[in-house]
């Protein structure tokens, strides 16, 4: 008690701090609290601050009650939102994976036409051939277009609607 200097001392013992101690320093979730006072001011301030905390959360727990309701209502307005949103361009690319897998199987026909005999020794037969397989060569590449737009345009609401 004769010691004029600074001492940090760190005890549970209040009976033993209470004789020795001017300011209290506390330290919780690597925040400071400085409290000028001995131990029993530190106690009397730290049971205000846990009384005021303890009223607050329960204010915050009855808010949070309206919360959870207006939250899960929230929810559910925004999986059907992203529902209508996607539905149709989720068929659309499905269909468009269907018509590309069927003018796949066309193309790879047509080629495989072109390499037969009765085929290429045919100018008719060759010349029809090819304008076949050019045909199905251009509106399988505005397939691809088609679900290449499609499919980004679903990724861009799905990154919108998950920014919500």
Do not use: C
Not at 6 to 27: A, C, G, N, Q, R
Not at 40 to 69: A, C
Not at 142 to 151: A, K, P, V
């Amino acid at each position: 008690m004769k010691f004029n200097g600074t001492l940090i001392i760190v005890s549970h013992d209040v009976d033993f701090l209470k004789p020795i101690v001017s300011k209290v320093i506390e330290v919780r979730n690597h925040n400071l609290k400085i409290f000028y006072g001995g131990i029993d001011y530190y106690i009397s301030k730290k049971e205000e601050i846990d009384f005021s905390e303890n009223d607050e959360i329960s204010n915050v727990d009855e808010s949070n009650k309206i919360t959870r309701k207006d939250q899960k209502r929230f929810e559910a307005e925004k999986r059907q939102k992203f529902h209508k949103a996607t539905k149709d361009l989720k068929s659309q690319i499905k269909i468009y994976e269907t018509e590309i897998e069927k003018f796949e199987n066309l193309k790879t026909n047509l080629e495989l036409d072109m390499m037969k005999e009765e085929v290429y020794s045919n100018p008719v037969l060759a010349k029809q051939n090819k304008i076949n397989y050019d045909k199905v060569k251009n509106d399988l590449e505005n397939l691809y277009m088609n679900w290449t737009q499609s499919s980004e345009e679903l990724e861009r609401i799905l990154k919108v609607m998950n920014e919500e």
